[in-house]
């Protein structure tokens, strides 16, 4: 039967007057050295609270990744939705503006005289434009001017001395 610390401890109080035995003394001076101390359960308690803290901040810094993750992933989803709409507007314009390049006009005027519609617009600017060439060749052919130059050119000669005979200016 093993003897308990409390049980050593108890013959010890009880007032033995020799004491305790030599096995005794060791056995209980034995039980004490194998008991914890309090510096070790601090020291146990500290570490225990360290590995704690460290898991702790662990799991905080992984869930403010996943947060960072989830963000990251959001805005290039949202970026790349920018850039499709911007292809696509781009896209848009392009082809409108190839087509139209090939666009004809074909409104039709009226003539305010008479009321009557008369082809269309881009027929009526080239008939004024011909009527009005033809009206101006007509005007010069009559006032003479179609065989003169467009610019006007004056014949020009060095200037000469004085051919007169004692007038002094012969230089």
């Known amino acids: 039967m093993a003897l308990e610390m409390n049980d050593l401890l108890a013959l010890k109080s009880m007032g033995k007057e020799d004491g305790m035995s030599a096995y005794e003394q060791f056995k209980v001076g034995h039980m004490q050295s194998r008991r914890a101390s309090g510096t070790a359960i601090a020291g146990l308690a500290v570490g225990i609270g360290a590995a704690v803290a460290a898991i702790g901040a662990g799991a905080w810094a992984g869930s403010r990744a996943q947060n960072a993750k989830e963000v990251a992933i959001a805005k290039n989803d949202g970026l790349k939705d920018l850039v499709t709409t911007l292809a696509t507007t781009l896209a848009a314009e392009r082809a409108e503006r190839i087509n139209g390049d090939q666009f004809t006009f074909t409104q039709t005027q009226t003539d305010t005289q008479s009321g009557s519609q008369q082809g269309s617009i881009a027929n009526q600017i080239e008939n004024n434009a011909v009527a009005q ?39």
Request: aromatic share 2%.
């Open 133 to 171: 060439a033809t009206q101006t060749l007509l005007t010069q052919a009559m006032l003479g001017n179609l065989s003169e130059n467009a610019h006007k050119v004056q014949i020009y000669s060095a200037p000469q001395p004085c051919g007169c005979p004692g007038c002094g200016c012969n230089g």
